[in-house]
């Protein structure tokens, strides 16, 4: 699983706030820690990822002290994260980390 542009240089704020976007491509990909957000948002598409075979750079910014930690600003970014219990996973996600759960 690889994010739209890995190559890219956004900040985790601007990827809360612009990557439902059409057309934004960040090296991002979002993510939940929360079942009830995935199951209100899956379209048979839900996996589970292993942080410890990730191995990248995670951003969680699903809580006010994580997204303080984050750097993450703007009423925006924060309001979007809280909702949605993000957690960004920066650039590739290795096959071994990840295991399909489909509809949830």
Excluded: C
Aim: proline share 5%; net charge positive.
């Amino acid at each position: 699983m690889t994010a739209k542009n890995p190559n890219a240089s956004y900040m985790p704020g601007g990827h809360i706030s612009n990557g439902s976007k059409p057309g934004f491509k960040s090296q991002y990909i979002s993510t939940t820690n929360d079942m009830g957000v995935l199951k209100k948002w899956n379209q048979g598409r839900a996996v589970e990822i292993d942080l410890d075979k990730f191995g990248g750079w995670v951003v969680d910014a699903s809580t006010q002290a994580a997204r303080d930690r984050a750097g993450i600003r703007g009423a925006t970014a924060n309001r979007l994260a809280e909702n949605s219990k993000e957690v960004l996973l920066e650039g590739f996600i290795p096959p071994g980390a990840i295991r399909w759960l489909g509809k949830v």
